[in-house]
């Protein structure tokens, strides 16, 4: 059974930074892509940034010079360091897998997510 599960989210003030962390098991890690994605209540899931096994990065618009996607094969986790946040940031963010190695930005093709965790970022 594939669980994604991520950690890292809370409160930080404008212009903070946090790291978001997503633990992946029975998935078969190093040959999934993973990306992270994120939702206000009332709009649709907007894709933010997504990695290949080989670190291979796409970051969309959101994401952009302020956020940075990395891997570590070796322990399934893939991070989401956020810096300069704004209280527009404010949503659940939700970690990803695809199966294929060489996935895209568009959340159908994700087989696989995570419960996502509340970032709040006050004014």
């Known amino acids: 059974q594939v669980q994604l599960v991520e950690s890292g989210g809370g409160l930080v003030q404008t212009g903070g930074s946090l790291r978001l962390s997503c633990s992946a098991s029975g998935l078969t890690f190093n040959t999934s892509t993973m990306a992270w994605f994120r939702q206000i209540p009332g709009r649709d899931r907007d894709f933010l940034a997504r990695?290949?096994?080989?670190?291979?990065?796409y970051y969309g618009d959101l994401a952009k010079g302020r956020f940075t996607l990395s891997r570590d094969n070796a322990k399934n986790t893939a991070t989401l360091l956020m810096n300069s946040l704004r209280p527009d940031d404010t949503a659940v963010y939700y970690c990803?897998?695809?199966?294929?190695?060489?996935?895209?930005?568009?959340?159908?093709?994700?087989?696989?997510w995570g419960q996502g965790t509340q970032v709040t970022v006050s004014s």
């Open positions: 990695i290949w096994p080989g670190s291979n990065t």
């Open positions: 990803a897998a695809d199966k294929s190695p060489f996935g895209n930005n568009n959340e159908r093709f994700y087989d696989y």
